[in-house]
């Protein structure tokens, strides 16, 4: 059986947060990559290929809520699986 044809196709935008509306469960049961420009980002919460941006944790601004706030980076945006 061949995995590649098994996998769920990535979506335009995916998100990491489960309670997003841009979450799908299928997707994260294999490692996904992510190219900005290029260069493989691993930390990557949210991306959108269409509009070419990925939202990026802030390493140490909190919300109100406890959660890291989001940093939009913009440019090339490319998702495989590895």
Known sequence: ???ATSQPTLPDRLSGN????H???ECFEYNIGILLNGKERFDVEEYCISEGWVKIPSPKA???R???LLITLKGTV?????
């Open 78 to 82: 490319e998702a495989f699986y590895k």
């Open 18 to 21: 489960p309670r997003s509306p």
């Open 1 to 3: 059986m061949n995995d």
């Open 66 to 68: 406890g959660q890291p």
């Open 23 to 25: 979450h799908v469960a």
């Open 62 to 64: 909190l919300d109100r």
